[in-house]
């Protein structure tokens, strides 16, 4: 019922702002839209996590089990100077685990997020009412698991939470790709991203 009322509301909403020529409502429109496609976002991933079961399928050469793709690219994954948070697709979306470059990058620590819930950890910034980090991230996040491919994000605008409790600005380039098992069975969604927070803000204040 939660979830019809939300697509309800979110269909009403762009109707709405369709029809609207005043320059604030469309705006108090948009942030309502914003605001929908995050909470639908947060009760799918919570409920049904990217929508299992995915499609099947049997590419050469794939792993075999869980723990074999972890030991596979686990001296990689610990490594690595890149950004890496390896997602269980179930319902919940739970992070299993960070390398050290994600959790620096991040602000965050590998035995804190391991277990949580993807979004309770990494929730849109409160202060911003078009942030729409959370319900892309889900989409890029699904469409990964329901093709069977990575699936490159434009940069996206993603504020971290710093341990005081205030967002910072961040901007980040993320690719996900989903982890199949021999039987083509997902078993986890592997997460990627760059950080071009430095890039952005630079060009941004070169415009004139």
Same mark, same amino acid.
């Given at each position: 019922m939660q979830r019809?009322?939300?697509?309800q509301n979110l269909?009403?909403?762009?109707?709405?702002?369709?029809?609207?020529?005043?320059?604030?409502?469309?705006?108090?429109?948009?942030?309502?839209?914003?605001?929908?496609?995050?909470?639908?976002?947060?009760?799918?991933?919570?409920?049904?996590?990217?929508?299992?079961?995915?499609?099947?399928?049997?590419?050469?050469?794939?792993?075999?089990?869980?723990?074999?793709?972890?030991?596979?690219?686990?001296?990689?994954?610990? &490594? @690595? #100077?890149?950004?890496?948070?390896?997602?269980?697709?179930?319902?919940? +979306? !739970?992070?299993?685990?960070?390398?050290?470059?994600?959790?620096?990058?991040?602000?965050?620590?590998?035995?804190?997020?391991?277990?949580?819930?993807?979004?309770?950890?990494?929730?849109?910034?409160?202060?911003?009412?078009?942030?729409?980090?959370?319900?892309?991230?889900?989409?890029?996040?699904?469409?990964?698991?329901?093709?069977?491919?990575?699936?490159?994000?434009?940069?996206?605008?993603?504020?971290?939470?710093?341990?005081?409790?205030?967002?910072?600005?961040?901007?980040?380039?993320?690719? &996900? @790709? #989903?982890?199949?098992?021999?039987?083509?069975?997902?078993?986890?969604? +592997? !997460?990627?991203?760059?950080?071009?927070?430095?890039?952005?803000?630079?060009?941004?204040?070169?415009?004139?």
């Open positions: 019809f009322i939300l697509e269909a009403r909403f762009r109707k709405l702002l369709t029809e609207e020529a005043d320059r604030n409502l469309r705006l108090t429109l948009r942030s309502m839209i914003f605001s929908t496609q995050r909470d639908l976002a947060f009760l799918n991933a919570n409920s049904s996590g990217v929508g299992l079961p995915p499609p099947r399928f049997s590419p050469a050469g794939i792993n075999r089990d869980g723990h074999h793709v972890v030991s596979q690219f686990q001296r990689e994954f610990e &490594n @690595s #100077p890149h950004l890496y948070l390896v997602l269980n697709p179930r319902p919940g +979306l !739970h992070i299993i685990d960070v390398n050290d470059a994600y959790a620096r990058a991040t602000m965050t620590t590998r035995a804190v997020v391991a277990g949580e819930r993807m979004f309770d950890v990494f929730p849109d910034n409160p202060d911003d009412p078009f942030a729409d980090g959370v319900s892309n991230l889900y989409a890029s996040l699904r469409s990964a698991a329901e093709t069977g491919r990575p699936h490159a994000m434009q940069v996206q605008r993603y504020d971290l939470r710093h341990s005081n409790g205030k967002f910072v600005e961040r901007y980040w380039r993320p690719v &996900n @790709s #989903p982890v199949f098992d021999d039987n083509g069975r997902l078993i986890y969604l +592997l !997460h990627y991203v760059e950080d071009v927070t430095s890039e952005v803000l630079l060009s941004s204040q070169s415009r004139p």
